[in-house]
């Protein structure tokens, strides 16, 4: 008795898949109950919601409910990963795609004041195939050069999309043509900001950690002070920077001219470089204590002098966990770059402050999604090059 | 990487810290030549002992769901029902990493709407990652002799799991708990910009008026709170990870 329960659970796991039902649930409860897309005739006022059936025209409205009841069967039943990966693209591609058709397909013709917005339906049916397909991407392992090619598969495509105009119709857009020159100068400057601290970091933190590990009464200090850095929030230190940098700019000639001010980017600079030294002299010290003391002596046995040891043995052995520690900085400077908006630094935070301050979502949304897209972006080609460096390494990082 | 400050160090920042908060005129000659002529060199449109006790609140409230929220997570993925959980989990816990908090709180706004709601939800979120990485690891590099001892000694594994695992992973839980909590004190200032009520209020309002002491003793309470807390819970880990490996 008791075994053919078991036997039967068994048979039951055999068959459905136990991510799948939550996938599968989220799907259905996307697509049928919850709203595909928000309907505003200006920009203020309350949106109203509209079904998938509601948004799209019937052909493409059916077309879309047959995808996702297939898409959720596909990740019910034990299928394999491959074919759940491709059921995922297909199914985020057709939302991609109609989410812009229902723009059109919503706004009455010739309304420049009617707004059309992603629903929490269309999220939720996002997040759905996304996690089937980060579960499909998981169980392939992929190696690094695939998954770069897969980054660039998708880049290229949503780019397309963008450059066809196929999402002007949605209200994102209509505020992005609404500044989109705007758009691009912050851009510049938070793309600016995040890696030329992450530049500078490099250049004072690598030196820097090659000393604390040459100098072991130094090591600790060092480490001390960056790690107090750290539990300054930032919107404190970019404001402490103000009165230094406000200091400099006034008494110490020429400073003014090479763009050191107060208040903008500069100080968003300093605390973005100060944040950034902690992972990239910790990471230095400790990836250069992690080079086996074997390879050191033969060095040392060949009568490599101490600099001949840095270049050719320690540094390059050292290198993928350096690299970790520049992919932290990377990520977290991209993060943190939209608080400099606060004081006048600029960036994407620009446009995410401002849609708080007006409640206006779709303004959060064009400061925030570039803001993760390039942060999600820089994590998955730095967590390659990373696998990339490591020889012989069959455990990396799916992210 | 240990952050350990003499003891008395310690006391000193503390005794400071409840001074700055209690009696923060005392220190007011020290912020005056800070700010221009006229403005207030102490924050005055608010009680900064209750804006840290908000702060702290709002912090404690957040890790102690994500803990709860991570932990359990964390048990599932590693019994055999939720195995399969596993490597999705990890790959999620990485994705997840890479949302700027500035971005999840903005985006909580338009759901949870202003105040305190949105900056709890963007807290836990981020709260999570720390804890549930650290979990997962406690729980995956027990001793297998442990566990195969505590399975001859017929525990069912329930029992296995309050008793021997859970006790074992505390400390690295613990590791966890100790780098959200200080991640979230500092980036729950960030909910001021949508009117929550912590410190971040004492620093925003200094951006605006261009008042470099409330910048200063904003930030400032918040990193003293950060080593002092983070000392605390480091030194209960000592003592709970010297007890277990007895």
Partial sequence: MAIGIIQEK????????KLGVIISILALYGALLAPFATYRANRIIQGEARGIMEALPPHLGYGLLFLVVAGAAV???????????????????????????????????????????????????????SLLLTDALTRLHPG????????????????????????????????????????????????????????????????????????????????????AIQTIPSIALFGILIAPLGWIAAN??????????????????????????????????????????????????????????????????????????IRIVLVQNIGLATIAALIG???????????????????????????VVLAFTAAIVLDALIEMTVPNSSQGNAA | MMFTLPNLFRLAVLVVLLAFLLQPAWFEAMLTPLV??????????????????????TVFIATFAATVVAVSLAIIVTR???????????????????????AVLALAVPIYGFGEKPTLIALFLYGLLPIFENALTGLTTL??????????????????????????????????????????????????????????????????????????????????LAVLIHDALQGLERTLAGRVHV
């Fill in chain 1, 10 to 17: 068994e048979r039951l796991a055999f068959r459905f898949d």
């Fill in chain 2, 36 to 57: 221009q002529e006229n403005a207030p060199a102490i924050y005055n449109q608010g009680s900064l002992f209750w804006l840290t006790v908000l702060h702290l609140r």
């Fill in chain 1, 345 to 371: 630094g600029g960036g994407f935070g620009v446009f995410v402050f401002q849609g708080v301050g007006q409640t206006a979502m779709d303004l959060v949304l064009l400061g925030a999604i570039p803001t």
């Fill in chain 1, 144 to 227: 690094p050069g695939l998954r770069l090619l897969v980054l660039a598969g998708v880049l290229v495509l949503a780019g397309s999309m963008l450059v066809a105009g196929r999402w002007d119709g949605l209200s994102i857009m209509k505020e992005y043509a609404n500044r989109a020159d705007l758009f691009w100068a912050e851009a510049g400057r938070h793309v600016t900001l995040a890696l030329g601290s992450l530049a500078a970091a490099t250049v004072v933190g690598l030196p820097l950690g090659i000393l604390c590990h040459r100098v072991e009464r130094l090591r600790a200090g060092v480490l001390n002070v960056l790690n």
């Fill in chain 2, 143 to 224: 001793p297998p002799t442990v566990v195969e001892a505590a399975r001859g000694a017929g525990m069912t594994g329930s029992q296995r799991l309050i008793r021997i695992e859970l006790p074992l992973a505390l400390p690295v839980i613990l590791t966890g708990v100790r780098l959200s909590v200080v991640i979230s004190l500092a980036t729950a200032t960030i909910g001021s910009t949508v009117a929550a009520k912590t410190l971040g209020e004492v620093i925003i309002a200094g951006l605006q008026s261009n008042n470099l002491a409330f910048v200063l003793q904003g930030g400032l309470i918040v990193a003293a």
């Fill in chain 1, 252 to 325: 110490i000639p020429g400073a003014s001219a090479v763009g050191i001010r107060g208040i903008g980017a500069a100080p968003a600079f300093v605390a973005l470089f100060l944040y950034s030294l902690l992972p990239v002299v910790a990471n230095t010290v400790v990836g250069l204590a992690g080079v086996p003391r074997a390879a050191n002596d033969a060095a040392r046995g060949i009568g490599m002098t101490d600099r001949q040891r840095l270049v050719t043995i320690e540094f390059p052995l050292a290198f993928p966990v350096i690299l970790t520690g």
């Fill in chain 1, 75 to 129: 990740a019910l039943l034990r299928t394999p990963a491959l074919f759940r990966m491709a059921m995922a693209l297909a199914a985020l591609a057709a939302l991609a795609g109609l989410i812009g058709i229902a723009a059109d397909h919503l706004t009455p013709p010739e309304n420049s004041y009617a707004r059309v917005s992603p629903a929490s339906g269309f999220w939720v049916l996002v997040f759905a195939f």
């Fill in chain 2, 80 to 102: 055999k029902a939720g195995a399969e959980f596993l490597p999705l989990s990890r790959s999620l816990v990485n994705i997840g990493q890479t949302f700027p908090p500035v």
